[in-house]
């Protein structure tokens, strides 16, 4: 990359540019490349002489983590300018316009000193006469820009109309430099990353605003580490708001000790059974592919799939195989159980058992029969549940009240440690909490919660506006949504064609857009919605 002021740019001659740009490259430079590079110098030292004393310019400026390079980011004055040049090209096409949007957008999401910044993206396509098309919009809510085509003669006007177009104060440069990239991974993501050995603090954030991850995981190790040294028996009960990470908190400590000789090996249950499909295939894919760019011995995916069932289980098949054998321990001695609040009550448990599993008379539900199956273990066990707020979605879903249940009336030997945030009503924990605090073996520890969602730095507060709303707590909800819903828009519509359009004309550049639908909503079939259709999670 090249860095530099304006002044510093029109100064310097393009074998020194070259130079700084071919000295930091990783990779050989062809002509082509080389050519490109002057061609857009020559552009851009026109259009920018007027600024001269006022930004700085980069060249090939990398998006850090999200694995872009930027052609030219220039910062003027009050507005982040995200260039992306076609040299040669005479149209502006789809792609290449959404590509511009992408950076502007990246910027935007990902980079700390650029949320409240106006970025303009501008295509320019060196052989093109005249885009002829203006500026015609003014910024979106956020201060991203629609983007700009331009040819080249164009470009110096374009950004004299932008700057008089945005609002701001000048931007502080030093300052803006300095500003932490957080990209948000997808749960694909953050599991391939975790299972390929990187730790859960490689993929959080560490923003003060929220619990980092890697103090979670890193109150679970301890609890983990204290209970097998003092052939304890323990459950600890992790609580955090939609998106805040908790599933990446269990697959951190599940990957940590995946060796089956070790007697710290673990395993990350999930009655989601989708999640469950779509994360093995990813993790397989992705095991296949690493074991070909070391040049190893080939990995079949059918292997690559083995493995890594070991590793992600779904809760009920977990369950069924302590089923066998009634006296027989897992050989894991750590278990964790993701959205364990959705675990059947004893109705549930028991019917399912009859139909099923021809076994009449179950007397437990599924909380209290899994830490059953752990309490076989004659030295220490630990349970790790991972709970969300109000996500008891399912006939016979228990709650985390189940659980603690069994805490009070079953397993009293157990140690217990528990997120204070358990209190809240979202959490449904009810009486069966009060009469768990009366055993002198129970612990809150705070780093057990996560307070704050990692999915979108503007929807920090979404979950928080929900629970109001499920408490009708209508003046809360109100006030709440007026002070997130310019940065985190939310629409509220009983028609399918206009949530639609609104959703299409909200998207920006490749950005994807979908429905979310209950399972009976069996009236939505005349919309060419059939909920029926079965459908593979994997594809």
């Known amino acids: 990359m090249y860095f530099g002021s304006i002044s510093q740019f029109l100064a310097s001659s393009d074998a020194q540019i070259l130079g700084a740009l071919t000295a930091a490259s990783h990779f050989p430079i062809e002509t082509t490349q080389r050519d490109a590079w002057v061609e857009q110098m020559a552009v851009l030292r026109a259009a920018l002489a ?23 980011l220039a910062v003027i004055r009050h507005v982040i300018f995200v260039m992306e040049f076609k040299v040669g090209e005479r149209h502006f096409t789809l792609e290449a316009t959404n590509q511009v949007w992408d950076y502007a957008l990246d910027l935007k999401n990902f980079h700390s000193t650029s949320h409240d910044k106006s970025i303009a993206p501008i295509l320019i396509a060196t052989r093109a006469e005249a885009a002829k098309a203006g500026i015609t919009t003014i910024p979106d809510q956020d201060g991203v820009m629609r983007p700009i085509h331009a040819s080249p003669a164009e470009l110096g006007a374009v950004l004299t109309h932008v700057l008089s177009l945005c609002k701001g104060s000048a931007i502080d440069i030093d300052g803006w430099i300095q500003g932490r990239y957080a990209p948000t991974p997808t749960i694909i993501e953050a599991a391939t990353a975790l299972y390929g050995g990187h730790g859960v603090e490689a993929i959080s954030r560490s923003d003060a605003a929220a619990i980092n991850l890697s103090k979670t995981s890193g109150a679970i190790a301890e609890i983990i580490r204290t209970s097998r040294e003092h052939n304890r028996k323990t459950i600890c009960f992790v609580t955090g708001v939609p998106g805040a990470g908790k599933t990446l908190v269990g697959l951190d400590t599940a990957t940590r000790h995946m060796d089956t000789a070790d007697d710290l090996h673990s395993v990350f249950l999930s009655g989601n059974g989708p999640l469950v499909s779509v994360l093995r295939e990813a993790l397989a894919r992705d095991q296949v592919l690493r074991a070909a760019i070391r040049g190893k011995d080939r990995l079949r995916r059918v292997r690559a799939r083995s493995e890594v069932k070991a590793f992600i289980q779904n809760v009920h098949h977990f369950r069924d195989e302590c089923l066998i054998d009634p006296k027989q321990a897992p050989i894991e001695h750590v278990v964790l159980f993701d959205e364990a609040q959705r675990a059947w009550n004893l109705e549930q ?9 021809q076994r009449p008379g179950f007397t437990m539900s599924e909380p209290e029969f899994l830490v059953s199956c752990m309490d076989r273990h004659e030295d220490w066990a630990v349970i790790v549940c991972l709970v969300g707020g109000g996500q008891e979605i399912n006939t016979g879903e228990a709650g985390i009240g189940e659980w603690i249940r069994a805490m009070v009336e079953t397993f009293r030997s157990w140690r217990v440690y528990l997120s204070p945030e358990l209190h809240e009503s979202e959490f449904a924990s009810g009486r069966a909490l009060e009469a768990l605090q009366e055993r002198s073996d129970v612990y809150f520890d705070r780093d057990l919660h996560l307070a704050v969602s990692m999915r979108s730095f503007r929807a920090e507060r979404l979950s928080a506006l929900v629970k109001q709303v499920l408490d009708l707590d209508v003046e809360a909800a109100r006030r709440l949504h007026s002070a997130i819903s310019l940065r985190y828009p939310i629409m509220l519509t009983r028609s399918i064609q206009q949530a639609k359009a609104w959703l299409r004309s909200r998207a920006r550049g490749n950005e994807r857009y979908g429905m979310v639908v209950s399972s009976q909503a069996q009236r939505l079939k005349p919309h060419a919605i059939d909920v029926r259709s079965p459908v593979d999670p994997v594809h």
Do not use: N, Q, S, W
């Not at 060249?59 to 983590?65: D, G, I, T």
């Open 50 to 72: 007027p600024y001269h004393d006022e930004g700085h310019v980069a060249f090939e400026y990398e998006v850090p983590r999200v694995g872009r390079r930027i052609d030219v």
């Open 349 to 357: 448990t028991a019917t399912f058992m009859l139909c099923k599993k």
